[in-house]
């Protein structure tokens, strides 16, 4: 959410009038002298304040937003936790800024006993937040009968095993994703129908892909589950994953839709591969990081550990997560420290970063650059933050403190979510984020970026 003067958003503690026996309103005239002073005090309490995280809050009081820090705020649930989710591009155009809006997405569930699902998702009608509307607004409906709110509509197919991590890419116009089973076993499907059905007229808000709906392809040479991976941004076709037993391997797509896998790791890390990015200019080049608190730069082209071309000490426990930036040689990584940290790939065998933030007091849980903005970035942390960055911002001397000890980069902070774990761009809709919790997804756009 916003914070002080510089757009950066309020948190207010507010107490609620006091009613009758009756339910009315209690007037001015009617109260006692006691009951009097007493609703001066309330008065007097109801004061806005700027919240920072790790204020101690009082009973009574309640954290709001401040609805003017928001171009746009939707939530949405899916029944079961989706704690990994990807934005699919779409064909509406590439720079919207008109409402409402829509998006497309993947996601996959994680349940215990229940059968899991990946799922297709459109999210549609998303308006622009109003100061009138109560906070029940923000939710995306589900209610086929309720058609002039925001909607959610989903196309569920069977998936084995909780879905650990979901990357989608577009090859020949077709939607292809990539799962990482809970089993150890990554899938590749081909989502294009799935897709397609979400914009046919009349369709179910939910529907469930036939039962006979199978993976294309599938891979459990890794022999251990994993969470890293990602499609190549240059090489159509072309995947990387790792594995909690730090071996990566290399995909490249064949004629038919079918995968080579190559069956020779990479395993230079020493404990887990925790996530991978390939770079977006060089098609053999990719980063990891690791449990093992590094990140290392890969050659594709090699085999084995020789693949691995630079390698730095990045934080002082597990590196969680990592962001290539699209315009300049910057990597962006979080950690289970909780810091920030910018490593420019120009210096990056000499081990400093040339910015390191601490901010979240618990593990990072995702990082992802702005799409258009070389400087600006998103992250998120077990401390139920997601958090704005700009680093051109400058500390201004003569500025006067608001408290907080706040890092003059961070523009904004967004709460509200229990156990946040990924938060996406999107890349179609400027300045609009993202993000999935246990407790749901939220999309917004603050006045910050």
């Not at 002073?37 to 309330?42: K, L, V």
């Not at 829509?102 to 699902?117: A, S």
């Not at 890969?298 to 691995?308: H, L, M, T, V």
Request: aromatic share 8%.
């Amino acid at each position: 959410m916003a914070l002080d003067d510089k757009m950066k958003e309020e948190m207010k503690e507010e107490d609620y009038d006091e009613f009758d026996e009756d339910g009315m309103e209690m007037k001015d005239e009617e109260m006692s002298e006691d009951e009097e002073e007493e609703d001066n005090e309330t008065e007097e309490n109801t004061e806005e304040k700027v919240y920072f995280p790790g204020d101690p809050i009082e009973d009574g009081d309640e954290l709001t937003f401040d609805k003017s820090a928001y171009h746009m705020y939707h939530a949405a649930q899916t029944g079961a936790p989706c704690l990994t989710f990807d934005v699919v591009p779409d064909s509406l155009g590439d720079v919207r800024t008109e409402f409402p809006m829509t998006c497309y997405m993947t996601c996959g569930t994680q349940t215990d006993g229940k059968p899991n699902q990946l799922l297709v998702m459109k999210m549609s009608n998303m308006t622009k937040i109003s100061d009138d509307s109560d906070s029940e607004d923000s939710f995306i409906d589900d209610d086929e009968e309720n058609s002039d709110g925001p909607k959610l509509q989903t196309v569920s197919i069977n998936h084995i095993g909780g879905v650990n991590r979901i990357r989608q890419t577009t090859i020949n116009n077709k939607l292809y994703s990539a799962t990482w089973s809970e089993t150890g076993t990554v899938f590749v499907w081909d989502t294009s129908k799935a897709l397609e059905s979400l914009d046919l007229p009349g369709v179910a808000q939910h529907q469930t892909a036939p039962s006979s709906t199978k993976s294309i392809f599938k891979f459990s040479g890794h022999q251990s589950e994993g969470f890293a991976m990602d499609w190549s941004k240059t090489t159509p076709g072309r995947l990387a994953t790792g594995s909690c037993n730090r071996n990566i391997h290399l995909w490249q797509m064949r004629e038919s839709a079918s995968w080579h896998v190559d069956q020779r790791p990479l395993n230079a890390h020493t404990d887990s591969v925790e996530d991978i990015q390939w770079s977006p200019n060089e098609s053999n080049v990719f980063a990891s990081c690791s449990v093992d608190k590094t990140i290392r730069i890969w050659d594709a082209r090699a085999a084995g550990s020789k693949a691995c071309m630079l390698t730095a000490e990045a934080h002082e426990s597990d590196v969680n997560v990592i962001s290539w930036n699209r315009h300049d040689p910057f990597i962006l990584s979080g950690g289970d420290d909780g810091m920030l940290k910018v490593w420019d790939l120009r210096q990056f065998q000499n081990g400093v970063p040339v910015a390191t933030f601490k901010h979240h007091n618990a593990p990072v849980t995702s990082v992802e650059w702005h799409p258009t903005d070389s400087t600006v970035f998103a992250a998120s942390g077990d401390d139920n933050q997601i958090t704005l960055w700009d680093l051109a911002v400058e500390k201004d001397e003569n500025e006067e403190s608001t408290g907080g000890d706040l890092p003059p980069q961070l523009l904004f902070i967004h709460m509200g979510q229990t156990d946040i774990k990924e938060i996406h761009w999107h890349k179609q809709l400027p300045g609009v984020l993202l993000s999935t919790a246990s407790n749901g997804f939220n999309i917004f756009k603050t006045i910050s970026v």
